[in-house]
């Protein structure tokens, strides 16, 4: 079956460590996003890619990083310049600027240390 | 920037009342989209909006697309248990630019439900 995959499902982290969180698509989609959700709250982005090789900083950037060198692959490096990264990350694909809406993964929730 | 206003924040309600919830946006859309999440997992599409005026029905919930382009409204008939979580809209703009196709959501709505 298609999907979404993110992985892990929980990390903990010592303050000061970069993180790197997975995501992984079989969907065939052009587009990946990152977001961050805290508690009660809604959702953040972070970077989005719309094709492989090229990203762009969504409104909270700061202290991470991406990749996408593989279209399936868009992996987000938590670095120890983000101030307060302990947070629920979720990762989604879409086929592009038509497509129907976006498919998310089940989110990692990070703990930091 | 694409804003979107979602109210209410919450909702406690008793199984079986009816609930309404809505997103206003300072600007046009041309695609609205509402999402259910449940708790530590990410958000799933419900329903899917195109056209303006559009009504459509997903079992017991039902949305619409705002005649002027810049709402949209999500109803729940008859609550149950399980439809506990936090519903979020998400309008898509077909502007040019690097917001191109991207979605802007709304703070979500957090759904309590008592039975």
């Known amino acids: 079956d298609g999907g979404i995959t993110q992985s892990p499902k929980y990390l903990f982290r010592k303050e000061g460590q970069n993180v790197t969180l997975s995501c992984e698509q079989n969907?065939?989609?052009?587009?990946m996003y990152w977001y961050r959700q805290d508690p009660g709250q809604g959702l953040r982005l972070i970077y989005y890619?719309?094709?492989?090789?090229?990203?762009q900083k969504g409104d909270i950037a700061e202290g991470y990083s991406v990749s996408r060198e593989k279209k399936e692959s868009f992996p987000l490096t938590v670095t120890s310049a983000q101030k307060n990264p302990t947070a629920f990350y979720l990762c989604?694909?879409?086929?592009?600027?038509?497509?129907?809406?976006?498919?998310f993964g089940s989110g990692t929730r990070l703990t930091v240390v | 920037g694409q804003q979107l206003n979602q109210s209410p924040q919450s909702m406690f309600i008793q199984e079986g009342e009816d609930v309404s919830m809505n997103c206003t946006s300072s600007s046009i859309f041309n695609t609205w989209l509402w999402y259910k999440q449940e708790p530590g997992e990410g958000p799933v599409l419900l329903i899917a909006l195109y056209k303006a005026g559009e009504l459509t029905s997903n079992g017991r919930l039902t949305a619409q697309f705002g005649i002027t382009r810049k709402d949209s409204f999500l109803n729940i008939s008859a609550s149950i248990p399980s439809d506990v979580g936090i519903y979020f809209c998400a309008g898509r703009s077909n502007a040019g630019g690097t917001s191109y196709g991207k979605l802007t959501f709304g703070q979500g709505t957090i759904l309590t439900v008592h039975p």
């Open positions: 969907l065939n989609h052009d587009a």
């Open positions: 890619s719309q094709i492989v090789n090229d990203f």
């Open positions: 989604a694909s879409s086929t592009g600027p038509e497509g129907h809406g976006y498919t």
